[in-house]
């Protein structure tokens, strides 16, 4: 969770309200590969990242629908409670 330290305050771009859950961090991040990688870091099983790749390259007209499949597959709830 240490990558959200900069969620802690207004930060690079000045954000007016920074009180933003991890949660909806995850569910706002448009950058398919970044969520792959959180999957992975999570050590989620190897067959559940395989799916969510498949299923963003299913999906592949923009990066937003591609981050949209892969959360599908991988919801924030198995991102939270692989960590925990």
Not at 2 to 12: F, I, M, S, V
Request: proline fraction near 6%.
């Amino acid at each position: 969770m240490g990558w959200l330290d900069a969620y802690r305050g207004p930060g690079a771009y000045n954000r007016k309200d920074h009180r933003r859950t991890a949660e909806f961090v995850y569910n706002h991040i448009v950058n398919p590969q970044m969520l792959i990688y959180l999957a992975e870091a999570s050590r989620l099983p190897r067959p559940i990242v395989h799916r969510a790749a498949r299923e963003a390259f299913a999906h592949s007209s923009t990066m937003a629908s591609m981050s949209a499949a892969i959360r599908r597959t991988v919801p924030w709830s198995v991102i939270e409670e692989a960590l925990t």
